[in-house]
């Protein structure tokens, strides 16, 4: 468990505050910096504060490279559900980073397997992640790799998990018009990342995290697969960290 770095904070602001210094250590060391991208509630702090820090003169993200973890499929970028309405909202309309620096799956794209191949190839030709950010599901998914018999290699076309459009439904009018695929990086991409910071608050998260972080590997529990990975920071609040 020594490449695990555990950090739990009292707070979900302060949480954020450090996963956001982190990030922004990492761009001051390597201004071109690749970083991954997670969406959801949790990471939402975490832009906020940098946005906080561009504005205040302390981070410039005009050479950083940006890929998002996943896209629902298919969708509209214009849909406000679409992660990249999303990232436009929360982080990349705040701040100096090229839109030709940042990278979404395509979820209009007419061939979902061709856009993952290409955005793999993206990825890969720039040199892979310097830094991902990750959130974790109740599930235990990470990106929307969902508890599968088999870890998944690269970016692929995915049917999400029940469990995972019931816990997503809290953003759409109801259940059912949660879309019931994505395309999101693979496991072995999310592994090759040369750092990873995994993100978890609230009470709700806490077996789940406990069991990925101290459970026997498994795809059953895809977040369980960080256990191999060389530098992973795992910062939570009080009550996802509880039984760490």
Not at 107 to 115: I, K, L, R, W, Y
Not at 136 to 156: L, Y
Not at 168 to 193: C, D, Q, S, Y
């Amino acid at each position: 468990m020594s490449n695990l770095k555990i950090l739990v904070r009292e707070s979900y602001e302060l949480m954020s505050s450090r996963a956001a210094s982190i990030i922004e250590n990492q761009i001051h060391d390597k201004p071109d910096s690749v970083l991954g991208l997670a969406t959801g509630s949790t990471p939402l702090g975490v832009y906020a504060e940098m946005m906080l820090k561009y504005k205040a003169g302390d981070t410039d993200f005009s050479r950083v490279r940006t890929f998002n973890l996943d896209e629902y499929y298919p969708i509209k970028k214009a849909d406000a559900q679409s992660y990249y309405y999303y990232m436009r909202k929360n982080l990349f309309d705040f701040i100096n980073i090229p839109d030709e620096n940042i990278h979404i799956p395509d979820g209009e794209a007419t061939d979902p397997n061709t856009e993952c191949y290409t955005y793999e190839e993206k990825i890969t030709a720039l040199g892979g992640i310097d830094l991902q950010i990750l959130g974790i599901g109740v599930n235990g998914h990470i990106g929307f790799n969902e508890p599968a018999k088999a870890f998944a290699a690269a970016t692929h076309h995915v049917k999400l998990d029940a469990s995972t459009i019931k816990e997503n439904a809290r953003f759409f009018a109801n259940e059912k018009t949660v879309p019931t695929h994505a395309l999101t990086m693979g496991i072995g991409t999310i592994m090759r990342a040369t750092k990873i910071i995994l993100l978890a608050n609230g009470a709700k998260k806490a077996e789940t995290l406990r069991d990925a972080l101290y459970g026997p590997i498994t795809p059953q529990n895809p977040a369980s697969v960080l256990q191999l990975h060389r530098d992973v920071t795992v910062i939570t609040d009080r009550d996802a960290g509880r039984l760490l």
